[in-house]
């Protein structure tokens, strides 16, 4: 089975661009999420949705981040403009809520970006 | 907002030794789950635990849901080089409808294993 997909791998661009991430959840489930991994301030949950419903966008950053997820099989994070202090490993996960029963969330392989 | 204290922050063990870490919260959680993440790599789920005093086994590893449900702890027996890794604790609350599988992560042990 395939899991979460993310592209691309790696990102390196120059401040000021702009910078799109994106994502594949795990084909069935209604829950992805988005995190930011550095050294400094560990795992950071970014946003989530529920149902391609923004749920809760209170971990991001700043104006500049922005989420979409037009579809059940796809999401985008957008930094516009990217700073060199965006850069970071960025992890997309997936998972399956139905009402009250609790589901593990996974996790894609990342994507690390580097601003310069 | 909740708060989740994964200790130690590394360890630095030879092959063969078992290893613990915990996690503690300052509130409840109905879920805990344990990650490992490989360099390169996203966390991987190990175990999941869903009831308070819960005691769960996967191999090598074992971990519990604390009676109070505000800590959990993770063991891994006789310890191999490919145990190396970030180890994450992860905590769930559902209450009052859901909570959109919303998870609080602790900040990480670092497992070093000298062969």
């Known amino acids: 089975d395939a899991g979460v997909i993310q592209s691309p791998r790696h990102e390196v661009t120059e401040m000021g661009q702009e910078v799109t991430l994106r994502c594949k959840p795990i084909s069935g489930h209604n829950s992805l999420f988005w995190y930011r991994q550095t050294m400094m301030r560990g795992l950071e949950l970014l946003i989530y949705f529920n149902n391609n419903v923004p749920i809760d966008d209170s971990g991001m950053p700043e104006d500049r981040f922005s989420a979409k997820m037009p579809n059940a099989s796809f999401s985008t994070l957008k930094i516009q403009p990217s700073e060199p202090r965006d850069s970071a490993v960025y992890f997309c996960?997936?998972?399956?809520?139905?009402?009250?029963?609790?589901?593990?969330?996974?996790f894609g392989p990342g994507t690390r970006l580097t601003v310069t | 907002g909740q708060q989740l204290n994964q200790s130690p922050q590394s360890m630095f063990i030879q092959e063969g030794e078992d290893v613990s870490m915990n996690c503690t919260s300052s509130?409840?959680?109905?879920?805990w789950l344990w990650y490992k993440q490989d360099p390169g790599e996203g966390p991987v789920l190990l175990i999941a635990l869903y009831k308070a005093g819960e005691l769960t086994s996967n191999g090598r590893l074992t971990a519990q849901f604390g009676i109070t449900r505000k800590d959990s702890f993770l063991n891994i027996s006789a310890s191999i080089p490919s145990d190396v890794g970030i180890y994450f604790c992860a905590g769930q609350l559902v209450a009052g409808g859901t909570s959109y599988g919303k998870l609080t992560f602790g900040q990480g042990t670092i497992l070093t294993v000298h062969p």
């Open positions: 996960a997936s998972s399956l809520i139905m009402g009250l029963a609790i589901h593990e969330q996974y």
């Open positions: 509130s409840i959680f109905n879920t």
